[in-house]
Structure formats: structure tokens, C-alpha cells
């Protein structure tokens, strides 16, 4: 069974190559794609705020419980395309 604190990079790549959502990789992995040799932990990406890929993104990663981290910790409904539009992170659990 895999690790829950070790991020499945290849995964969460995979998820958003697969769904289509616009959207670049950026943060601490872009860098070591570029090599980099800084490490992080977690996967950052930009999303385009249109909103039919904006209710792309929250329907790829509905079933990884995704949370707003500015937002709320841990919501209790899900979330809209509205709070996403605004929101600069999203977190949720690995796919």
C-alpha cells in the first residue's frame, strides 16, 4: 500500500493530463523538471479560470477531496467554480 505523506507525482500527472484541464505545471517539480535541486513535496499547477474548465478541475479531482487552503481547511459541501475562480491553492488527497 503506498505511503498517504509521499506524493504520487506520476499520478497526479497522469489525472490531469488525462482530464483535460488547461492548466501548467509550476512550482518546486516544474524546477526539477528543469533540474532543479530543490525538492518539494506536493504538485502546483496553474489553471485557466474559464468556467468550463473550471468545473473540469472540480469534477477531476471531486473524488480526491479537494479543499481551498485559503479558504476553509476542510469544507463541508463541496466546492464551486466560484470559490476556484478566486482561489490562489487548492489541495486534495492523492489520486
Keep these: 500500500?503506498?505511503?498517504?505523506?509521499?506524493?504520487?507525482?506520476?499520478g497526479v500527472l497522469a489525472l490531469m493530463a488525462r482530464s483535460g484541464v488547461e492548466c501548467i505545471l509550476i512550482g518546486g517539480l516544474a524546477g526539477a523538471v528543469h533540474g532543479s535541486a530543490h525538492v518539494t513535496y506536493d504538485v502546483d499547477f496553474c489553471y485557466?479560470?474559464?468556467?468550463?474548465?473550471?468545473?473540469?478541475?472540480?469534477t477531476t479531482l471531486a473524488p480526491h477531496h479537494?479543499?481551498?487552503v485559503r479558504v476553509d481547511a476542510r469544507p463541508r459541501a463541496?466546492?464551486?467554480?466560484?470559490?476556484?475562480s478566486g482561489c490562489g491553492e487548492v489541495s486534495a488527497d492523492q489520486p
Design 78 to 84: 463541496p466546492w464551486t467554480t466560484r470559490q476556484l
Design 66 to 68: 479537494p479543499y481551498l
Design 48 to 58: 485557466r479560470r474559464t468556467p468550463e474548465n473550471l468545473q473540469l478541475l472540480a
Design 1 to 10: 500500500m503506498p505511503d498517504p505523506a509521499v506524493t504520487d507525482f506520476g
